[in-house]
C-alpha cells in the first residue's frame, strides 16, 4: 500500500506502537509530527492521504489542528482520524464537528484504529 499516513501525536511509545500496527498491516509510508503545528506544515509539505491525530497536543490540540487541515485548500481529501486517549463522548462530537471523518479511543488493542485506517484508505 502506498498511501502516505501522517501521525501527529507527542506519545512516543503510542508513536512506535501505532507503526508497527500499520506497518504489519502494510503501510509502509508513515511520518510523524509532534505538535499541531508541526503537523500542519508536514501535512501541507508531505500531503499525505490520511492523517492520524492525537487530541491532546503541546500547542494547538487535535481539535484545532483538525479544523485548521479541513480549512486548507491543498488538502482537499485527506482523510483524518482523531484519537485520544480520553474517553469522552462530548469527543466524538466535538471531532466530527471539526471535520475528522472517524473517532477513535487509544487503547491497548488498536484493531479498531486499524479498522478506521483501511476503511478510509
Known sequence: MKKRILIIDDNEQDKKIMKRFLNKA???DISFAVTGEEGLDKADSEKPAL?????ILPG????????RLRESKK????R???ITGSIDAVDAVKARKVGADDYCAKTSDFAPL?????GLT
Open 114 to 118: 486499524l479498522e478506521a485506517v483501511a
Open 75 to 78: 488538502l482537499s481529501g485527506l
Open 60 to 67: 494547538i490540540d487535535g481539535f484545532e489542528t483538525c479544523r
Open 51 to 55: 492523517v492520524i491525530l492525537d487530541t
Open 26 to 28: 502494510g503501510f509502509q
Open 80 to 82: 483524518i482520524i482523531i
